[in-house]
């Protein structure tokens, strides 16, 4: 079983849908971090949390340490939003554990 | 954006060359990050860094090495490539190992071995 998992593996919204991402982890954390992954592009951090909830524009993220499970959502998603999503945990050191990423297509 | 730069940004390499990648940081950033990233798997740990040259193996180490002479620089070497190691190389960063550090990583650098 793999230590970080994501749901779904693919997702594909039409425009102005709100969606909803999945991480559930295994290990203890001293945070968590989604990154977002363009076609043929960068990785680029777009939340680190260590407890309770996040927005930047019409993202939103939220984390329940007790039940090792965090939520990204994306409000009235837009084409661009298309990207792979990977949630990534910290554990009580220097290392970081990646899930598998979630494919995110948003149609016009 | 934190000043990462990976080079090069793409190499074709021959099977059984040496290669080595390179990550210039200017953050000034204590960890810093070798990753591979395939198909089907997530991104997996070669080496990482902790300091000038302290290293230490990751999960998928096997051919692969590493130096940290300077803070800001951290290489990778394909000591003899193959076939296997065809992928996209990812170097990151982090200030520390506190909670609330982040990670930021370079562009990557696309490595195909023929």
């Known amino acids: 079983k793999n230590e970080v998992e994501q749901s779904p593996q693919n997702l594909t919204a039409q425009e102005g849908e709100f969606i909803t991402i999945n991480c559930s982890y295994s290990v203890g954390i001293s945070a968590l971090h989604w990154l977002q992954q363009h076609p043929g592009g960068g990785i680029v951090s777009l939340f680190m949390l260590s407890s309770g909830k996040k927005k930047h524009g019409r993202l939103i993220a939220t984390i329940n340490i007790q039940e090792k499970h965090s939520s990204l959502h994306i409000t009235a998603s837009h084409p661009r939003d298309s990207a792979v999503y990977i949630c990534a945990v910290r554990n009580y050191g220097q290392n970081f554990v990646f899930g598998p990423g979630t494919r995110l297509s948003v149609l016009p | 954006d934190a000043g990462i730069t990976q080079s090069p940004r793409h190499k074709v390499t021959e099977t059984g060359t040496p290669v080595t990648l390179r990550c210039h940081q200017t953050?000034?950033?204590?960890?810093m990050y070798w990753y591979r990233q395939d198909p089907g798997h997530g991104l997996r740990l070669i080496h990482y860094s902790y300091g000038v040259k302290d290293t230490d193996k990751g999960e998928v180490s096997d051919g692969y090495s590493v130096s940290r002479s300077k803070t800001e620089d951290f290489l990778l070497t394909l000591e003899s490539a193959t076939s296997s190691q065809t992928s996209v190389y990812f170097c990151?960063?982090?200030?520390?190992?506190?909670?609330?550090?982040?990670?930021?990583f370079g562009n990557g650098t696309r490595l195909t071995v023929t």
């Open positions: 953050e000034n950033h204590r960890y």
């Open positions: 990151a960063i982090s200030a520390d190992s506190s909670y609330n550090s982040p990670l930021h």
